[in-house]
């Protein structure tokens, strides 16, 4: 997908290189077609409190429109913008992840009479956190040992389908179901990477160590207390 329009500002404050820890921020800047760094696109570190491999996302200063990084991450933080601007691109990428937590939260605790009329059915819970961040109400739910079916109002039709066209980014690249699922797409595969990353390199104090993700707990330990011995 490539924006079009610039929603983010340039100013001379913004830095030449913004990065984050979160994928679900990392995944909502690449929406708006920030381009990794090819230099340095992630790095990774362990210890001194992170619980597992820490990955930050390392993004270019802009993207083709124009659009700052450093303006998104601000903005994703600032509650009261983001409540301000609520039909904002931003805002519906956020409102998705949050959608999609609550989704995930809420399956094993369903309970009560499932909707068995008529209406949309969304079984991928990706698709309908983004149906439901633009604004398309949730009615019922199917469920079975198998799927969670979500059912939306019938008029959730057009925009589902729209979500499944394979032309949606090129056809429609500024529209806010793209940004969306832009975003909770390139969510779930930066956490593939994450999950494939080999080593941790961890820096500190001008001392460098890898440590390999199939290593014992007690190995990484003990590297641990070598790398960051005062």
Known sequence: MKSIVPRFEITPLDSLDAYTASPKLAATIYAFDVPLNPHNPWTTSAGDGINGVRVVWHFQQTDPAGNSPGAIIKRWHNAEWLACNPNHPLSICREAFDCHDRLIASIDKLSGRPHSGAGCLITNTRKAAVLSAIGHPMIGWRKNPQVT????????????????????????????????????????NMVAVIKQ?????????????????????????????ILFRK
């Open 197 to 225: 990353i080999q080593f941790a390199r961890v820096e500190h104090r001008g001392r460098v160590a890898l440590i390999g993700r199939d290593m014992q707990k007690r190995q990484i330990d003990a590297l641990e207390k």
């Open 149 to 188: 079916t979500w059912v939306f109002h019938e008029s959730a039709a057009a925009d589902a389908a729209l979500y499944d066209d394979e032309a949606l980014f090129k056809r429609l690249p500024d529209a806010n179901i793209s940004y969306a699922k832009a975003a909770i797409i390139g969510h779930q």
